[in-house]
């Protein structure tokens, strides 16, 4: 087996394990990212980012123009979602979706950054990123603080 199929098999075993581990409730913990990976360019290949963390990474298209990640929340919650474009021109984009592929939600950074604030319910997500040009961005997500009870 050449190392390209092998390295899709061993991804595809490892998203079968998260799989199985999310479906049946059984709780992980993951290091923080702090520099995406080059094996996000498929949702099969995303990389998981942590509630409170960000994360830096480069894209350039046309060979590189789309990264992905996941989180996972244990309980409803409101979180920002924010994208920052570092260098480069050109249009970042966001789309968060559903374990499922339904959408929720979008922007894009033509300003130079975007963020997406979503009360969510718990569940697996996906974040998207595309670029039209080659670009290095920060990707943050975050949680609501609740305000203090009365």
Same mark, same amino acid.
């Given at each position: 087996?050449?190392? +390209?199929?092998?390295?899709? +098999?061993?991804?595809?075993?490892? /998203?079968? *394990? *998260?799989?199985? $581990? #999310?479906? =049946?409730?059984? /709780?992980y913990?993951?290091? %923080?990212?702090? *520099? ?6 498929t @949702? ?9 963390? =960000?994360? @830096?990474?480069?894209?350039?298209? %046309?060979?590189? /123009? *789309? ?5 996972? +929340?244990?309980?409803?919650?409101? !979180?920002? !979602?924010g ?6 021109e050109?249009? !970042?984009?966001?789309n968060?979706s559903?374990?499922?592929g339904?959408?929720?939600?979008? #922007? ?6 975007? /963020? +997406?604030?979503?009360?969510?319910? %718990?569940?697996?997500?996906?974040i998207? $990123? ?8 920060? !990707?943050? #997500? ?7 009870? @009365?």
């Amino acid at each position: 087996m050449d190392t +390209l199929k092998s390295v899709r +098999l061993s991804r595809w075993w490892a /998203s079968c *394990v *998260v799989a199985c $581990l #999310v479906w =049946s409730g059984i /709780s992980y913990a993951a290091a %923080p990212a702090a *520099v995406a990976s080059e094996t996000d360019d498929t @949702r099969l290949g995303a990389d998981r980012i942590e509630i409170g963390a =960000s994360v @830096r990474g480069t894209m350039a298209p %046309p060979t590189d /123009s *789309v990264d992905w990640f996941y989180f996972e +929340l244990e309980e409803e919650s409101t !979180l920002k !979602l924010g994208l920052d474009r570092r260098e480069g021109e050109g249009t !970042l984009r966001m789309n968060l979706s559903k374990a499922t592929g339904e959408d929720i939600g979008d #922007v894009d950074t033509s300003g130079g950054s975007g /963020s +997406l604030e979503l009360t969510l319910a %718990p569940g697996l997500y996906y974040i998207e $990123l595309t670029a039209d040009a080659a670009a290095t961005y920060m !990707l943050t #997500v975050a949680k609501r603080k609740k305000p203090p009870s @009365r």
